[in-house]
């Protein structure tokens, strides 16, 4: 077989598209450790609006990106294969649930039953959120087109990520309202370490599997900020947060920010500039010259 | 039943690209949308150069990896095996690009023209602003099977039935028809010659066949 040839970055999501994978991710990572806060009785109604605005904008961002935003609707009209319609009716979910989780957190209001506290309609949100991620996750997979998403690991690196990213923002929420938790640190720790292996994991799979060099020169080019800033750097950071609790603040705030940007550096990359195409590997060569004769002649 | 299929025979294949222009005059593709191309490869190192041309365009899959991702329902697999996209339906999201193995799918953010700011006499009877914004590919020319069916002919074997780029191969390097037709042009090609399919590792069971070397 011919090595692959005309591989060539795709054309087709830009930017905007990235951001879908960007809001999905740092959201629901938001309002999974949202719901898990408001366990432990910190104010859900701040972090949640704004993992759902994180969703809304990515989601914002792809209909902008679309050819025809006005016949959007038809995004919900395949659900039994197409992970776009999945994550179009998981959106839908999400938003009505997570309506009612940040009502449920808005002082003065009581709803009745379970949801008179934001606990319950919290930790449904996280659900919801999640189910979306997932379809997120299966969006990318489903993508038979371009080998660096068609490596199994990019799912769980995708998915780590948005944890990671949603930790990372809300340590720095803590951190401003005063209530860091040394579990959520320690969380967050195990997130970005989880991250860091599914990434060298992904990379060696992306190797074995000989995907357009392309892809690897793009992931190259970024493998170094990503892990000092998403990894070591937030790592160290946090770490010394243990050891100066007095200076705990700047120290997580900045490895909040680290954690959360890097992944979106990752996403970005992974949707626009490592995405390349199959190209053309050719089975066999033809034999030319020899007594072929012309198609439709005897 | 009935399998639509494609084969070139990438031994008489000399790459002039008149099935690319025949295709463009037919469908009234805008600039940088070509649904029948000849990709001109190189294949070896010095000294042992060989040149491939390669027709190539939507490989109308057994299994389509761009059905199942479209949300919208507008790319369907007719029971003949093509594969068509409803551009009424279609929203733009180049989810079924992405996916095509092929490289196959195209789509234009804007109306463009061959020649400058303005349409040619062509473009303005050809242009659909309809296409714009939404993805488009091969179609094998559906509507002039459809038609030759409908008056009795034989796509493949009748030239008014037949796909524009398939009539307008003076190389006699491409052939369509129904490959479950065991008299069919294709049939009878694939039976006796050895081919392959582009990307048989993913599954789709193209219906795109390229001949390179006898039996």
């Given at each position: ?89 998981a959106?839908?979910l999400l ?32 659900l919801a959120g999640l189910g979306f991620l997932s379809c ?163 | ?215």
């Amino acid at each position: 077989m011919t090595p692959d040839s005309r591989s060539q970055p795709q054309r087709f999501w830009d930017t905007r598209a990235a951001c879908n994978f960007i809001g999905g991710g740092t959201g629901t990572g938001l309002l999974v450790f949202a719901a898990v806060g408001a366990i432990v009785g910190i104010p859900y109604f701040v972090p949640g609006l704004v993992g759902l605005a994180f969703v809304g904008l990515g989601l914002m961002m792809v209909w902008f990106e679309i050819g025809k935003p006005w016949r959007a609707i038809n995004v919900f009209f395949r659900p039994q294969t197409s992970w776009m319609s999945r994550e179009s009716l998981a959106a839908v979910l999400l938003f009505l649930i997570g309506v009612v989780a940040l009502a449920s957190a808005w002082p003065g209001v009581r709803l009745p039953w379970a949801m008179s506290s934001p606990v319950v309609p919290a930790l449904l949100t996280a659900l919801a959120g999640l189910g979306f991620l997932s379809c997120q996750l299966g969006m990318v997979y489903a993508v038979r087109g371009i080998p660096a998403w068609r490596e199994r690991m990019v799912m769980p690196l995708l998915g780590l990520s948005g944890l990671a990213e949603g930790s990372g923002l809300y340590l720095i929420f803590t951190v401003l309202l005063g209530r860091l938790l040394p579990s959520m640190l320690i969380i967050a720790l195990g997130l970005i370490i989880a991250r860091a292996l599914a990434w060298q994991i992904y990379r060696t799979a992306l190797d074995r599997s000989h995907v357009p060099q392309l892809t690897v020169v793009a992931f190259e080019r970024i493998r170094k900020v990503f892990l000092l800033m998403g990894h070591v750097l937030p790592a160290v950071l946090i770490a010394a947060a243990f050891l100066r609790p007095e200076q705990a603040g700047p120290l997580v705030v900045l490895a909040g920010t680290g954690v959360t940007v890097a992944g979106w550096l990752f996403k970005h990359v992974l949707i626009t500039r490592a995405a390349c195409t199959r190209g053309v590997s050719l089975p066999a060569i033809p034999v030319r010259g020899g007594s072929a004769t012309p198609i439709g002649t005897s | 039943m009935t399998r639509y299929v494609m084969v070139a025979d990438l031994r008489r294949c000399v790459g002039c690209q008149t099935c690319t222009a025949a295709c463009k005059l037919a469908n009234g593709t805008p600039p940088g949308v070509q649904w029948r191309r000849v990709l001109d490869i190189e294949v070896g190192e010095y000294p042992n150069v060989k040149r491939v041309f390669l027709p190539t365009g939507c490989q109308h899959c057994a299994e389509p990896p761009c059905l199942e991702v479209c949300p919208s329902g507008a790319t369907q697999k007719r029971e003949d095996g093509i594969v068509t996209i409803d551009y009424d339906k279609c929203i733009g999201c180049f989810n079924c690009a992405l996916s095509c193995p092929y490289d196959a799918r195209f789509g234009v953010d804007k109306m463009e023209y061959a020649y400058g700011e303005n349409p040619t006499e062509d473009e303005v009877c050809n242009y659909d602003s309809d296409m714009v914004g939404v993805a488009s590919k091969c179609n094998f020319c559906v509507d002039v099977i459809d038609a030759g069916v409908a008056t009795g002919l034989k796509p493949g074997e009748d030239p008014e039935a037949t796909p524009h780029c398939v009539n307008s191969c003076f190389a006699g390097a491409m052939a369509f028809g129904d490959l479950d037709d065991p008299n069919s042009t294709v049939s009878e090609l694939l039976r006796d010659k050895q081919y392959f399919r582009l990307h048989e590792d993913q599954g789709t069971g193209p219906g795109f066949f390229y001949i390179w070397d006898q039996s």
